[in-house]
């Protein structure tokens, strides 16, 4: 009986949030059994109330910077806030607002006006702040030029690896200059992503009938130049599917402050390494990315709405246990 019930409480609250027909799918109807049966599977598994409220950061890159337009067109309020923590200041203010009731915050990777290049952004401030804004969880998007013949540009892709090749950015909290992250902490990367966040990630693009490409190793050069024809195909050589100039550090510092973070990668090139098609250069690239926008806006509201239906303590307390054990320094507390 309860289940009908919690049935008939998500057809409801999805009729209340005005879902519409999406990618020639119903995506209100087609979605409110499935998440009925989360609720059920939650509430039966966890009587209690979560310990952790969810918030989710989200750090968006070129073509999905603009707080007012893409991911809070359905916001009920946003207030921004200086957040300068101990690492300096962030790449721009904090965009508060809620996206079917959950909590977001928005972070421009590059600053407002694209005016941050990938090795002069303050990665470890911009990860902080999200912390210290409660967050939880990270959702980031990426551009990224494609390795590989299988990822045609527009292609959206959810990472699972990297090949991290940037060498003038500050890589770790712990490294003895803050006494909130003391102690010498040794990482494990293998995931290097959430792979539950990224999960959801699927499930949501499933749910809108996008087509995204599960797994690929992404990798991070320096910049802000491009790379060179025999650099683009040594990264193929090594298994490179994907590369971009900002998922590193991003990806790793988020690990160590202990949020949840998962990226989507749009290919909006080839690099330099395929032949008869047209070099990267910087405009083609948000040209592209800004086609492909709606597709990226769609799947991380979509993503959020899924991951505020979950209990995600284990979760978090897993990686806060991770973060703890990876830590050799005696008497300290990460």
């Excluded at 059920?40 to 968006?60: A, D, E, L, N, T």
């Excluded at 980031?140 to 991290?164: H, K, M, N, Y």
């Excluded at 803050?178 to 290097?192: I, L, Q, R, T």
């Amino acid at each position: 009986m309860r289940f009908y019930f919690l049935l008939l409480t998500s057809y409801r609250l999805l009729l209340a949030s005005k879902l519409t027909i999406r990618h020639g799918s119903i995506y209100g109807f087609g979605s409110f059994y499935k998440i009925a049966l989360i609720q059920k599977k939650i509430f039966c598994s966890h009587p209690r109330m979560p310990k952790y409220q969810v918030k989710i950061g989200i750090i968006g890159g070129s073509g999905l910077d603009d707080p007012n337009k893409p991911i809070f067109s359905y916001r009920s309020e946003t207030k921004r806030e200086n957040a300068t923590n101990e690492f300096g200041i962030p790449s721009s203010n904090l965009y508060h607002g809620t996206i079917s009731g959950v909590d977001v915050v928005l972070l421009s990777r590059h600053g407002s006006g694209h005016i941050i290049n990938p090795s002069n952004i303050n990665y470890r401030a911009n990860i902080e702040a999200l912390k210290l804004a409660g967050c939880t969880h990270i959702l980031a998007s990426i551009a990224c030029g494609s390795l590989t013949e299988s990822i045609g540009r527009g292609q959206l892709v959810i990472p699972d690896s990297f090949l991290d090749r940037t060498i003038k950015r500050h890589s770790t909290f712990f490294d003895g200059t803050s006494n909130k992250y003391s102690g010498v902490c040794h990482m494990p990367m293998e995931p290097a992503f959430d792979p539950h966040t990224s999960k959801v990630l699927l499930q949501a693009a499933k749910d809108l009938c996008l087509e995204v490409r599960e797994g690929a190793t992404v990798v991070a050069i320096e910049g802000p130049r491009f790379s060179s024809k025999a650099e683009s195909n040594a990264f193929r050589v090594w298994g490179g599917h994907l590369i971009n100039m900002t998922i590193c550090p991003e990806v790793y510092l988020a690990k160590e402050a202990g949020l949840l973070y998962a990226a989507i990668a749009m290919a909006t090139d080839y690099d330099c390494w395929k032949e008869y098609e047209e070099n990267v250069n910087a405009g083609d690239v948000l040209v592209v990315f800004q086609q492909n926008i709606s597709n990226v806006t769609d799947l991380f509201i979509r993503t959020i709405e899924l991951i505020g239906i979950e209990n995600w303590d284990q979760d978090i307390k897993n990686l806060q246990e991770l973060i703890k054990s990876s830590n050799v320094s005696r008497n300290v507390s990460c």
